[in-house]
């Protein structure tokens, strides 16, 4: 299907999701997660009118970039290793996986301007996830205070896929709850005013509980399958 189509039923939703809380919907960026989709696709999605683009691989940033002239905000929204930081933290406008101290260290050493950056949360506490546990998100912030090339510009998480509704609104409302107390504090170096969460399956709760970026990829763009129609 046409992303712009999607676009206009997703830009629907989130603006009913809006409504329902009184919030601006000029308040809520849409990144389209374009991470296993095609250039083309990808293009189409800028000539949609998107211009934050997510990817959640190095190679696959980096491929698109080379080719596509549009201008756009490319995000990294997956977990970054840190050896691969080099390859593409100049390269991006956003990061919404700043997870641990040690790649918070490599930023530093490789970044030539001051990188917005997400603290990722694993406020499930559920499976394997990345992020930090929500009682430790203060004091790992704290430590950055001296990552001049690093400002925590929010709070980053992602629901599990299993959980109903009501866990889901849960979650978000404690990641809320956290962007707060963080933005509080009045840290230079963490104003922290942004709360990076929902996804295709769960984007309109995040925007009732107070998303700023949402990251749709399947519902907007789609995945694979949308390469071969
Ligand atoms: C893939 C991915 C998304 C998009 O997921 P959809 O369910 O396809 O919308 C969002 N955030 C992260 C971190 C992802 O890896």
New binding site residues.
């Given amino acids: 299907m046409r992303i712009d189509h999607k676009l206009q039923q997703i830009q629907n939703q989130i603006y009913q999701a809006c409504t329902r809380v009184n919030r601006s919907i000029s308040d809520v960026h849409i990144v389209a997660?374009t991470?296993s989709v095609s250039i083309e696709r990808t293009e189409e999605a800028l000539q949609a009118g998107l211009n934050h683009l997510?990817e959640?691989r190095p190679e696959g940033l980096l491929t698109k970039q080379a080719v596509i002239t549009t201008a756009a905000r490319w995000h990294y929204?997956?977990s970054l290793q840190t050896r691969k930081v080099k390859q593409v933290i100049n390269s991006i406008s956003v990061l919404?996986s700043l997870d641990r101290l040690s790649l918070a260290d490599e930023i530093q050493k490789r970044a030539d301007h001051t990188i917005d950056c997400f603290v990722q949360v694993n406020v499930s506490r559920e499976e394997a996830k990345h992020g930090i546990e929500l009682k430790d998100v203060q004091s790992f912030i704290e430590s950055l205070n001296e990552h001049d090339r690093i400002r925590v510009i929010g709070l980053m998480t992602?629901a599990p896929h299993t959980a109903n509704d009501e866990v889901i609104r849960s979650l978000f409302k404690s990641l809320k709850d956290m962007q707060l107390k963080i933005a509080s504090n009045n840290y230079p170096y963490a104003p922290c005013t942004e709360l990076s969460m929902g996804?295709?399956?769960d984007f309109e709760i995040a925007i009732e509980e107070g998303a700023t970026y949402v990251?749709?990829?399947?519902?907007l763009v789609g995945?694979e399958s949308e390469d071969v129609i």
């Fill in positions: 997660v991470k997510g959640n929204i997956g919404h992602m996804m295709s399956n990251r749709i990829g399947t519902a995945d």
